[in-house]
């Protein structure tokens, strides 16, 4: 039987699907008696979720238009400088 | 790249078409800058960054074959500059990322058994996208630079990998502590009320 710590440890090889048949069991052996580690699995899942949706390409929507005009001077200048 | 405007444009730049060169740089480099952003706390850092990729690209584009988009290879070069630059800021040992981790009994049981996040909290967009960032940037940079690659940048394992020069299962093994790191600083905001 697994410990909760134990299953916190496999939680990405489980998500990943590269955890062993036996293993894969005992993790979800777990999960099925334990309401804490459902929940931790949920608010993993959650975090990686939150990530990707909010501070991705996608979230960002157009690209800012707060480029300085300086920055965009300089960069031109190291341009022409070679 | 089979877009033939694209095409063309990469020619101007090859022949040295100043005014091509302004409008790439003009074009892109909002979305290079919001990427900087992602790696480097510091914004004069992230402007840095944006500088000198656009130099290296412009050293390179004699040898941009055009597999990729623009957008693409610009995208690439920006995160490797931001990297290069966070590399170079790293020179005190960073905190150690065990003081975000889960806590846990002898018996392998949690300190603080988790519960349920709010769902109302979960829709919160705004303060949400804040208190994500805010909650990435307490990461130490080790562990940071491998969740922004893999998890927003959503590069495979072996990708993130090549571009930190570090092994895949180091690569693995920090993206599982960042997470579960993450987790523990969104926690208290996001659980249910009880």
Not at chain 1, 2 to 25: V, W
Not at chain 1, 51 to 72: F, H, K, N, S, T
Not at chain 2, 101 to 117: F, I, M, S
Not at chain 2, 136 to 159: A, C, G
């Amino acid at each position: 039987m697994l410990t909760c710590r134990e299953l916190a440890d496999f939680l990405m090889a489980y998500l990943d699907e590269e955890l062993p048949d036996e293993q894969r069991s005992a993790f979800e052996e777990h999960v099925r008696i334990c309401p804490p580690c459902v929940h931790y699995v949920d608010t993993y899942k959650e975090t990686v979720r939150l990530g990707r949706d909010l501070c991705g390409d996608a979230a960002e929507g157009p690209p800012p238009e707060d480029v300085p005009e300086a920055l965009v001077q300089a960069i031109l200048e190291a341009r022409k400088r070679g | 790249m089979d877009d033939p405007g694209e095409r063309a444009f990469v020619e101007r730049l090859k022949a040295g078409d100043e005014k091509a060169y302004e409008t790439l740089v003009r074009e892109y480099s909002g979305r290079m800058l919001a990427v900087a952003r992602r790696f480097l706390r510091s914004e004069d850092d992230a402007r840095d960054a944006v500088q000198e990729a656009f130099v290296s690209a412009f050293r390179a584009i004699d040898r941009f074959e055009g597999g990729a988009r623009i957008s693409t290879w610009l995208h690439r070069i920006v995160v490797n500059a931001a990297l290069m630059k966070l590399r170079t800021r790293r020179r005190r040992p960073e905190a150690s990322i065990d003081e975000l981790l889960p806590r846990w009994k002898e018996n392998g049981h949690p300190v603080d058994a988790p519960t349920p996040w709010s769902a109302e909290k979960l829709v919160q967009q705004d303060q949400l996208r804040r208190l994500v960032q805010e909650g990435i940037d307490q990461l130490p940079d080790s562990y940071r630079e491998v969740l922004i690659l893999r998890d927003i940048e959503e590069l495979d394992t072996q990708e993130a990998a090549e571009t930190l020069g570090i092994s895949a299962n180091a690569v693995k093994t920090r993206l599982h502590r960042a997470r579960q790191a993450l987790r523990e600083v969104l926690d208290p905001a996001l659980k249910e009320s009880v």
